[in-house]
Every structure is written in structure tokens, then in C-alpha cells.
């Protein structure tokens, strides 16, 4: 086993200024970590507004996570594929893609992905909506997997948030999505 931390367990420092990513991988390094999740909290990794890749800061944090030899495990990033208006949903998916670039670009062959907000309300998170939003959620999984693979890419949900969670909703995602670079 591997000792790791997540960008995300330091986000509050990188947002408040006290912290830059370089801070963060030496404090990884310097706590005993053998590798690093990045989640771009307060890591604009992807320019979202201007829909483009800040390469300058993926490549230096590459080349930096290899200098202190600090391996990149994983990419996670929050999504939201359930959006209801389908210009806002296929805008979604291109900007996850934009992620999955970033990913490939840091070197990194494993990325976690939500499926759903995880701020949904409540009353929506029940069996009847999960069956209804079913074949939205595959079909956005499948795009986004088939275009991870050409990185060699595996992904992964994120199972947190109340709608995507629990063994039998993972799994038949799981089994409905059937593409070879999804995994658990």
C-alpha cells in the first residue's frame, strides 16, 4: 500500500491564498506521500470560461510531482450529466472532456467523475427518479469513456451525493455503461 494524499484535503489553504499547488506536493512529499490525487479545487488545471487547458501550470506540476518524485495517482472532478436542458448537458460533458484532457496531459491513466450533483435535493434522490435518469446517465458515461480511452483512460464514478451510490445503483451503472475502461 501506498501512502497519498488529495489536492482536495489542502483546497481550503490553495483558496485562501496561504498554499500553491507546488506548497501542497511539497507538504505531500515532506508528510511521507508516495502519490497525489489532484481535484481541481483552487487548480485551474482547465480554463473554463475561455474552454482551454492551462498548460503552463499542468506541465510545471508534472514536472515538479517528478522532480520530488511524487506520483500522480488519479483526476477527480465534479459533473453533473443529469442536467435537464440538453445545450446546458452537452456543455457539461465538453467540459469534463477538457478535464479528462488535463488529465492526459499530467500523465495520469485514472480519473474519477461524478455523475450526478451531488447538491440535488432530497426528494429526487429515490429509486423512480434513479430509473427514470438512467439512460441519461449511461449515455453520458459511454461519451465520456469512449473519449478517455484514446488516452488510455480508465474512469470512474464518483459514488457520493445520495443518487449514485449504493452497491445495486453502482452496479447496474455499471454493467448498463459495459465499456472496458470503466472500473470500480
Not at 442536467?83 to 488535463?102: F, G, M, N, T, Y
Not at 429515490?126 to 469513456?145: D, I, K, S, W
Request: proline content about 4%.
Amino acid at each position: 500500500m501506498k501512502l497519498g494524499i488529495s489536492s482536495y484535503c489542502l483546497s481550503p489553504y490553495m483558496g485562501s491564498g496561504q498554499m500553491t499547488i507546488y506548497d501542497v506536493i511539497d507538504w505531500a512529499k515532506d508528510h511521507g506521500c508516495e502519490h497525489i490525487e489532484f481535484v481541481p479545487f483552487y487548480l485551474p488545471f482547465v480554463d473554463e470560461k475561455n474552454k482551454c487547458l492551462n498548460t503552463e501550470l499542468i506541465d510545471g506540476v508534472r514536472e515538479y510531482c517528478k522532480k520530488v518524485d511524487l506520483e500522480i495517482s488519479t483526476y477527480s472532478v465534479n459533473a453533473d450529466l443529469l442536467i435537464p436542458d440538453e445545450e446546458a448537458q452537452r456543455a457539461e460533458i465538453a467540459r469534463v472532456k477538457l478535464h479528462i484532457d488535463a488529465a492526459a496531459r499530467l500523465g495520469i491513466k485514472w480519473m474519477r467523475h461524478d455523475i450526478a450533483n451531488f447538491r440535488r435535493p432530497f426528494e429526487t434522490n429515490t429509486a423512480y427518479h434513479f430509473n427514470r435518469e438512467l439512460p441519461q446517465m449511461v449515455a453520458g458515461t459511454r461519451e465520456l469513456c469512449d473519449y478517455a480511452k484514446q488516452y488510455g483512460i480508465d474512469t470512474t464514478l464518483e459514488n457520493h451525493g445520495f443518487f449514485c451510490n449504493g452497491s445495486e445503483r453502482v452496479l447496474r451503472i455499471f454493467d448498463e455503461v459495459d465499456r472496458p475502461n470503466m472500473k470500480m
